[in-house]
């Protein structure tokens, strides 16, 4: 399997780098799983290469400014090579700063091709989900599997995902 992680990290994303940072840790110590990250704003950076400690990859990488989720995952297509044993993990608030074109386009391609898609919306400190409901409720439409929850229930739900 391969597990393409795409990660959020415009300004509004502050309160969620932990819980992103987490889920990336537990994503790289699953045996038998390639896996993929890449770290975004409006810039793009591929970090697949430096995840011997995504933890602290993650934290040490701080973007921060604004969002343009379309053009990460557009990037993000560039790893799929086998459609039927790839997941796509978009964490982000789905607030896209950019037209939504580009990312709705992206997602129908993964869709199409099968790519298993799933979107963790933003926590806060509180683990309170925070996100944009209209971006998140149309990728769920174009076949996103959409869901707020702390890295402790996503382990669970990646198992239900790969099966």
Not at 56 to 66: E, N, R, W
Not at 84 to 99: C, H, K, M, P, Q
Not at 140 to 162: H, R, S, Y
Request: net charge negative; hydrophobic share 50%.
């Amino acid at each position: 399997w391969t597990v393409v992680l795409c990660v959020d990290q415009s300004g509004s994303m502050t309160d969620s780098v932990i819980h992103s940072a987490v889920m990336a840790a537990i994503l790289c110590g699953l045996p038998g799983i390639t896996v993929k990250m890449v770290l975004f704003d409006t810039s793009i950076i591929d970090v697949s290469d430096r995840l011997t400690d995504p933890l602290d990859t993650l934290l040490s990488v701080q973007l921060g400014g604004g969002t343009n989720i379309g053009r990460a995952v557009t990037y993000c297509e560039d790893f799929i090579e086998d459609p039927n044993r790839t997941v796509f993990a978009l964490i982000s608030d789905f607030a896209e700063g950019a037209s939504p074109r580009a990312l709705y386009a992206a997602l129908a391609r993964m869709a199409e091709a099968r790519v298993r898609m799933i979107g963790l919306v933003a926590l806060d400190e509180q683990s309170t989900p925070f996100f944009d409901p209209n971006i998140a409720g149309k990728a769920a439409d174009i076949g996103m599997q959409v869901g707020a929850m702390t890295p402790d229930k996503f382990a669970g739900w990646l198992a239900e995902i790969m099966t």
